[in-house]
Protein backbone atom coordinates (compact mmCIF):
# COMPACT_ATOMS: atom_id res chain seq x y z
CA UNK A 1 0.00 0.00 0.00
CA UNK A 2 1.49 3.27 -0.95
CA UNK A 3 1.15 6.24 0.95
CA UNK A 4 -2.35 7.78 1.33
CA UNK A 5 -4.07 4.52 -0.73
CA UNK A 6 -6.77 3.02 0.65
CA UNK A 7 -6.75 -0.57 1.01
CA UNK A 8 -9.01 -2.68 -1.22
CA UNK A 9 -11.76 -4.39 -0.82
CA UNK A 10 -11.17 -5.32 2.69
CA UNK A 11 -10.33 -1.22 3.39
CA UNK A 12 -13.54 -0.02 2.95
CA UNK A 13 -16.66 -0.53 5.38
CA UNK A 14 -19.70 0.41 6.31
CA UNK A 15 -18.76 3.33 9.87
CA UNK A 16 -21.18 4.80 11.92
CA UNK A 17 -24.11 6.09 11.49
CA UNK A 18 -23.62 4.04 8.00
CA UNK A 19 -21.02 6.54 6.62
CA UNK A 20 -18.09 4.60 5.07
CA UNK A 21 -14.72 4.75 5.82
CA UNK A 22 -11.20 3.81 4.72
CA UNK A 23 -8.20 2.14 5.43
CA UNK A 24 -5.04 4.00 4.78
CA UNK A 25 -1.16 3.79 5.20
CA UNK A 26 -0.40 6.76 7.90
CA UNK A 27 2.69 8.82 6.80
CA UNK A 28 1.91 11.82 7.92
CA UNK A 29 2.05 13.51 10.92
CA UNK A 30 -1.53 14.70 11.31
CA UNK A 31 -2.28 10.36 10.61
CA UNK A 32 0.38 9.60 12.87
CA UNK A 33 -1.23 12.07 15.52
CA UNK A 34 -4.70 10.13 14.89
CA UNK A 35 -3.36 6.99 14.95
CA UNK A 36 -1.64 7.87 18.84
CA UNK A 37 -4.97 9.53 19.64
CA UNK A 38 -6.94 6.18 19.02
CA UNK A 39 -4.49 4.35 21.09
CA UNK A 40 -4.68 6.99 23.75
CA UNK A 41 -8.38 6.50 23.89
CA UNK A 42 -8.17 2.59 23.81
CA UNK A 43 -5.36 1.38 25.80
CA UNK A 44 -4.83 4.64 28.16
CA UNK A 45 -8.38 5.63 28.96
CA UNK A 46 -9.90 2.08 28.42
CA UNK A 47 -7.71 -0.24 30.17
CA UNK A 48 -5.33 1.97 32.02
CA UNK A 49 -2.26 1.20 30.17
CA UNK A 50 0.13 3.74 31.57
CA UNK A 51 1.33 6.21 28.51
CA UNK A 52 5.37 5.24 29.18
CA UNK A 53 4.23 1.61 27.99
CA UNK A 54 2.20 2.42 25.41
CA UNK A 55 4.04 4.88 23.29
CA UNK A 56 7.55 4.09 22.18
CA UNK A 57 10.18 4.49 19.73
CA UNK A 58 8.46 3.05 16.81
CA UNK A 59 5.66 6.34 16.81
CA UNK A 60 8.16 8.40 15.77
CA UNK A 61 7.82 9.34 12.23
CA UNK A 62 11.48 8.53 11.30
CA UNK A 63 10.83 5.17 12.97
CA UNK A 64 10.83 1.68 10.00
CA UNK A 65 7.15 0.71 11.57
CA UNK A 66 4.18 0.64 9.13
CA UNK A 67 1.24 2.10 10.59
CA UNK A 68 -2.50 1.45 9.16
CA UNK A 69 -5.20 3.87 9.77
CA UNK A 70 -9.09 3.32 9.69
CA UNK A 71 -11.02 7.17 9.14
CA UNK A 72 -14.56 7.63 8.33
CA UNK A 73 -15.75 9.48 5.70
CA UNK A 74 -15.60 12.80 7.52
CA UNK A 75 -12.43 12.48 8.77
CA UNK A 76 -13.32 10.69 12.84
CA UNK A 77 -10.33 8.57 13.04
CA UNK A 78 -12.05 4.87 14.13
CA UNK A 79 -9.09 2.94 14.41
CA UNK A 80 -5.07 2.16 13.53
CA UNK A 81 -2.84 -0.66 13.69
CA UNK A 82 1.19 -1.27 13.19
CA UNK A 83 3.56 -3.58 11.55
CA UNK A 84 7.13 -3.73 12.52
CA UNK A 85 9.52 -6.54 10.71
CA UNK A 86 13.63 -6.48 10.50
CA UNK A 87 15.61 -5.72 13.23
CA UNK A 88 12.95 -3.58 14.80
CA UNK A 89 11.17 -6.48 15.28
CA UNK A 90 13.42 -8.89 16.62
CA UNK A 91 12.71 -9.36 19.91
CA UNK A 92 9.18 -10.18 19.02
CA UNK A 93 9.60 -12.31 16.39
CA UNK A 94 12.69 -14.66 17.75
CA UNK A 95 14.96 -12.30 14.86
CA UNK A 96 13.77 -13.88 12.21
CA UNK A 97 13.69 -11.64 8.74
CA UNK A 98 10.41 -13.02 7.31
CA UNK A 99 8.11 -12.70 10.19
CA UNK A 100 6.09 -9.30 10.98
CA UNK A 101 4.68 -8.44 14.25
CA UNK A 102 1.16 -6.57 14.14
CA UNK A 103 0.51 -4.98 17.29
CA UNK A 104 -1.29 -1.39 18.72
CA UNK A 105 -4.44 -2.76 16.98
CA UNK A 106 -7.14 -0.17 18.39
CA UNK A 107 -10.90 0.26 17.67
CA UNK A 108 -12.66 2.94 19.36
CA UNK A 109 -15.89 1.88 21.14
CA UNK A 110 -18.09 3.33 19.03
CA UNK A 111 -16.63 1.23 16.01
CA UNK A 112 -16.57 -1.63 17.50
CA UNK A 113 -18.24 -4.66 15.63
CA UNK A 114 -18.24 -2.84 12.73
CA UNK A 115 -15.40 -4.87 11.21
CA UNK A 116 -13.01 -1.90 11.14
CA UNK A 117 -10.54 -4.36 13.02
CA UNK A 118 -11.00 -6.94 10.87
CA UNK A 119 -10.20 -4.06 7.48
CA UNK A 120 -7.06 -3.12 9.63
CA UNK A 121 -5.86 -6.81 10.25
CA UNK A 122 -6.04 -7.46 6.64
CA UNK A 123 -4.22 -4.25 5.37
CA UNK A 124 -1.41 -5.26 7.85
CA UNK A 125 -1.38 -8.48 6.28
CA UNK A 126 -1.60 -6.59 3.15
CA UNK A 127 1.83 -4.47 4.07
CA UNK A 128 3.47 -8.02 5.39
CA UNK A 129 3.28 -9.32 2.17
CA UNK A 130 3.94 -6.32 -0.23
CA UNK A 131 7.45 -6.20 2.42
CA UNK A 132 8.04 -10.03 1.31
CA UNK A 133 7.21 -11.41 4.87
CA UNK A 134 5.47 -14.85 5.12
CA UNK A 135 4.00 -14.54 8.32
CA UNK A 136 2.41 -12.09 10.77
CA UNK A 137 2.75 -12.58 14.80
CA UNK A 138 0.81 -10.73 17.27
CA UNK A 139 0.79 -10.68 21.23
CA UNK A 140 -3.18 -10.89 21.69
CA UNK A 141 -5.00 -10.11 24.92
CA UNK A 142 -6.93 -13.06 25.96
CA UNK A 143 -10.09 -11.36 25.42
CA UNK A 144 -9.26 -10.80 21.93
CA UNK A 145 -7.63 -14.59 21.03
CA UNK A 146 -11.48 -15.30 18.91
CA UNK A 147 -11.30 -12.33 17.20
CA UNK A 148 -8.09 -13.31 15.55
CA UNK A 149 -8.73 -17.28 15.32
CA UNK A 150 -11.90 -15.90 12.99
CA UNK A 151 -9.05 -14.35 10.96
CA UNK A 152 -6.57 -17.63 10.79
CA UNK A 153 -4.78 -16.71 13.51
CA UNK A 154 -3.47 -19.73 15.88
CA UNK A 155 -2.42 -19.44 19.51
CA UNK A 156 1.21 -20.64 20.54
CA UNK A 157 3.14 -20.77 23.85
CA UNK A 158 1.81 -20.51 27.56
CA UNK A 159 -0.10 -17.67 28.53
CA UNK A 160 1.84 -14.32 29.75
CA UNK A 161 0.98 -11.20 31.45
CA UNK A 162 2.08 -7.60 29.80
CA UNK A 163 1.01 -4.17 31.09
CA UNK A 164 -1.07 -6.13 33.65
CA UNK A 165 -3.01 -7.85 31.01
CA UNK A 166 -2.83 -11.04 29.87
CA UNK A 167 -1.83 -12.35 26.71
CA UNK A 168 -1.20 -14.82 24.45
CA UNK A 169 1.48 -15.08 21.82
CA UNK A 170 -0.10 -16.12 17.68
CA UNK A 171 0.50 -16.69 14.19
CA UNK A 172 -0.69 -16.60 10.67
CA UNK A 173 0.84 -17.24 7.73
CA UNK A 174 -0.10 -14.71 5.00
Known amino acids: MTPG???APAGAGAG?????????SATGAADREACLVVRGRVFVAEQQVPEDLEFDSHDS????????LAVRDDGL?????RLLHGPEAADLTDGDPAVGSLGRL??????RG?????ALVRAVEDLARERGLRVVDLHAQTHALGFY??????AYGPE??????????MRRVV
Open 114 to 118: LRVGV
Open 149 to 154: ERLGYE
Open 106 to 111: AVVKEA
Open 160 to 169: YESVGIPHRG
Open 61 to 68: LDAAAAHV
Open 5 to 7: ETA
Open 16 to 24: LDGLAYEIR
Open 77 to 81: PLGTA
